[in-house]
């Protein structure tokens, strides 16, 4: 069980990186047309049998994308203070080179995280098709939702809105991916009143004008279709009337 092993790389050297490759199977298996009754059943089955287990995957799964987000943005700050240095007249080469190579090593890890990070949305964006019970528990619900809205934030201040930047390279970090993933995961879940009123209590993060930017964004790059982007227009809708009675 793809779930159990998730849970049971806790305690595990380099969890991230397995976690990440439990994501990639489990999104196969998510998005499989041919699966899709199947998967629904096993869910349905699993929350009526198992809902400590999905409670702890959870749980895991929400803890590791806060984790992964701050360690990623924590890089990338490391690398754009390292890239703005100037080294000082008169350093020694081995200064020099020491500062080469702990720029090396951050971009590195950053390119692993937001590689990982992108492996938990992709997955995220199927799993919420079929269960989302114990994504929106009062244990991890506000968890949950700061960091989607957080997500989306850090992806709309850097995106570009061109496509060509921000497409993967060989199966690298994408931004475009990335955000499409997390879109799909608001398309998810934005019927149930307890996760909108999740969103717009966030005080760090939710701010309405980005979701109002995102109509235009995947118009020019085709990240949502038609169906979609209506039922974008009704979550925005949800999200005003849940701004308003606050």
């Known amino acids: 069980n793809l779930l159990e ?3 049971d790389t806790e305690r595990t050297v380099g969890k991230h990186s397995i976690r990440a490759e439990c994501c990639k199977l489990l999104g196969y298996i998510f998005k499989e047309k041919s699966l899709e009754e199947q998967n629904l059943n096993n869910f349905n089955r699993l929350t009526q049998e198992s809902p400590d287990l999905l409670l702890k995957f ?3 799964y929400v803890g590791d994308l806060s984790f992964v987000l701050d360690e990623s943005l924590q890089r990338i700050g490391e690398i754009n203070t390292q890239r703005n240095r100037q080294v000082a007249q008169g350093d020694s080469d081995e200064m020099y080179f020491d500062q080469q190579n702990s720029l090396m090593i951050n971009l590195e890890r950053v390119s692993s995280y937001l590689f990982i990070f992108q492996r938990y949305y992709e997955m995220g964006s199927w799993l919420t098709q079929f269960s989302v019970d114990f994504l929106l528990s009062s244990e991890i619900r506000d968890l949950f939702t700061r960091n989607l809205n957080y997500t989306l934030q850090t992806l709309l201040a ?10 993967a390279n060989n199966g690298a970090f994408s931004p475009t991916n990335l955000l499409k993933s997390v879109l799909r995961v608001y398309l998810n879940l934005y019927k149930r009143n307890e996760f909108t009123e999740s969103i717009v209590s966030d005080t ?3 701010d309405i004008n980005l979701f109002l930017r995102i109509p235009v ?5 085709q990240l949502l279709n038609g169906q979609e ?4 227009k009704n979550f925005i809708s949800q999200l005003q009337q849940k701004i308003q009675e606050k």
């Open 5 to 7: 092993l998730f849970i």
């Open 58 to 60: 959870g749980m895991l």
């Open 158 to 167: 850097s995106y570009a809105g061109n496509p060509q930047a921000n497409q």
């Open 204 to 206: 760090r993060s939710f």
């Open 217 to 221: 964004i995947c118009q020019k790059n």
């Open 229 to 232: 982007l209506l039922e974008w």
